[in-house]
């Protein structure tokens, strides 16, 4: 049986949710104009900080999650549920609720 991975943040996700931190916003865009704080969008990538055991399954046993802390992954833009952890603003998402992993 799995448990949840220690990360830096003093939260342990449960089942199969995931802590995530999120990367930095742009501060220019493409065309190298400075965007102003309220016209920067929140990126929708980030970095895995914590990981649950896993999601229960049927039959008892708990699904291995295909996600570590490190990973970078990217998720959809309403996913998930902000908080503020120790001063740091994170983001706990269901496992299904990423999208992608980058690496």
Same mark, same amino acid.
């Given at each position: 049986?799995?448990?949840?991975?220690?990360?830096?943040?003093?939260?342990?996700?449960?089942?199969?949710?995931?802590?995530?931190?999120?990367?930095?916003?742009?501060?220019?865009?493409?065309?190298?104009?400075?965007?102003? @704080?309220? &016209?920067?969008?929140?990126? =929708?990538? #980030?970095? /895995?900080?914590?990981? +649950?055991?896993?999601?229960?399954?049927?039959?008892? @046993?708990? &699904?291995?999650?295909?996600? =570590?802390? #490190?990973? /970078?992954?990217?998720? +959809?833009?309403?996913?998930?549920?902000?908080?503020?952890?120790?001063?740091?603003?994170?983001?706990?998402?269901?496992?299904?609720?990423?999208?992608?992993?980058?690496?």
């Amino acid at each position: 049986m799995a448990t949840a991975t220690k990360s830096k943040i003093a939260i342990a996700p449960l089942d199969d949710r995931i802590v995530v931190t999120r990367s930095a916003a742009e501060e220019k865009t493409a065309g190298g104009i400075l965007l102003p @704080e309220n &016209a920067k969008e929140k990126p =929708q990538q #980030g970095i /895995v900080q914590a990981v +649950g055991p896993g999601k229960l399954l049927d039959n008892g @046993e708990r &699904a291995t999650p295909d996600i =570590q802390p #490190g990973d /970078v992954v990217l998720f +959809g833009k309403y996913a998930g549920t902000e908080i503020t952890v120790e001063g740091e603003e994170v983001i706990i998402l269901r496992e299904s609720d990423i999208l992608a992993k980058f690496g």
